[in-house]
C-alpha cells in the first residue's frame, strides 16, 4: 500500500510541461536618459564608488562650501562619464561665479557649445574668460565665433585678450576686420594676440601694412618684436 501511494504521488508531481523561462531585462539605452536618471542609475549601481554621477550628484545638491564644490567640478575629467549636459543644466542654477566658472573648465571641449554659449552671457568676467580660453580648444567652437567676436570689444582686457586667441586658434576669417581693429588695442596683450591671430588666418597677410608698420615701434617690446617680424614675412 505504501508503494502505490509513493508511486502516485511521484507520478502526480511529475510533469511534461516545460519550466517557465525567466526573461533577461532588456539593456537600457543609456543615451536616451536623462543626466539625472544616469546619476540616479549610477550611483544605485556603485553607491560607494568615486565616479562622476557621485560628483555631479554633490554638486546638484549643493551641500558643500564654494571652494570644496570648485574643486569637485575641477575633479570631474580625471573620473571619466558623460557629464556635459549636466553641467550645462547645473550652471544655469548656480549662484557662485566661482563655480561657474569650475563648471566651464571641467567641460570636454568636443561638448562645450551648449554651456559656452551661457558662459559667454554671463555677467561675471571671470566666467566669460574661461569660456574665451575654452572656445580656443577645439574645432566644434567655430559655431561659437560671433560670441568671440563680441567678446574682443569686451571692456576687460584679459577677456579681449582670449578671445583674440581663440579667433585665431580656430581661424575665423571672419573676424578679420575686428582683430586688425584690435591692433590699436590700448592693451599690449591684446594687440600681441591680433597680430598673432590674423598671421594665423592668412599668414602673411600683415607683411607691410599700415597698422604693423607703425607697432614695430611699439612700447611693448614683444608687440614690436613681432611687428617686425610680420612686417617683412611672405
Known amino acids: 500500500m505504501k508503494?502505490?501511494?509513493i508511486s502516485i504521488?511521484?507520478?502526480?508531481?511529475?510533469s511534461d510541461e516545460p519550466a517557465p523561462q525567466?526573461?533577461?531585462?532588456?539593456?537600457?539605452?543609456?543615451?536616451?536618459?536623462?543626466?539625472?536618471?544616469?546619476?540616479a542609475a549610477e550611483i544605485a549601481a556603485k553607491p560607494d564608488g568615486t565616479s562622476a554621477a557621485i560628483v555631479i550628484d554633490r554638486l546638484a545638491r549643493?551641500?558643500?562650501?564654494?571652494?570644496?564644490?570648485?574643486?569637485?567640478a575641477e575633479a570631474l575629467p580625471r573620473n571619466g562619464g558623460v557629464y556635459a549636459d549636466a553641467l550645462a543644466d547645473l550652471f544655469v542654477d548656480e549662484n557662485s561665479a566661482k563655480v561657474r566658472a569650475a563648471f566651464?573648465?571641467?567641460?570636454?571641449?568636443?561638448?562645450?557649445?551648449?554651456?559656452?554659449?551661457?558662459?559667454f552671457a554671463d555677467p561675471s568676467t571671470e566666467v566669460r574668460i574661461a569660456a574665451a580660453r575654452l572656445a580656443a580648444t577645439h574645432t566644434v567652437c567655430e559655431r561659437l565665433a560671433s560670441e568671440l567676436r563680441t567678446a574682443l570689444t569686451d571692456r576687460d582686457?584679459?577677456?579681449r585678450t582670449e578671445a583674440a586667441r581663440s579667433l585665431g586658434a580656430l581661424k575665423i576669417e571672419a573676424a578679420r576686420d575686428e582683430l586688425v581693429q584690435a591692433l590699436g588695442d590700448g592693451s599690449a596683450e591684446v594687440r600681441l594676440e591680433a597680430m598673432?591671430?590674423?598671421?594665423?588666418?592668412?599668414?602673411?597677410?600683415?607683411?607691410k601694412t599700415a597698422a604693423?608698420?607703425?607697432?614695430?615701434?611699439?612700447?611693448?617690446?614683444?608687440?614690436?618684436?613681432?611687428a617686425q617680424k610680420l612686417a617683412v614675412k611672405q
Request: charged share 30%; aromatic share 2%; hydrophobic share 45%.
Open 104 to 119: 566651464v573648465r571641467a567641460t570636454p571641449s568636443d561638448q562645450a557649445v551648449s554651456i559656452l554659449r551661457r558662459a
Open 62 to 72: 549643493k551641500v558643500d562650501p564654494e571652494d570644496v564644490r570648485v574643486s569637485l
Open 9 to 14: 504521488l511521484l507520478v502526480g508531481c511529475s
Open 196 to 207: 598673432r591671430a590674423l598671421d594665423k588666418i592668412a599668414p602673411g597677410s600683415l607683411a
Open 157 to 159: 582686457p584679459a577677456l
Open 3 to 5: 508503494k502505490l501511494l
Open 22 to 39: 525567466t526573461t533577461a531585462p532588456k539593456p537600457v539605452d543609456v543615451s536616451k536618459l536623462s543626466w539625472r536618471e544616469r546619476v
Open 212 to 226: 604693423v608698420m607703425a607697432l614695430r615701434s611699439d612700447s611693448d617690446p614683444r608687440v614690436a618684436e613681432l
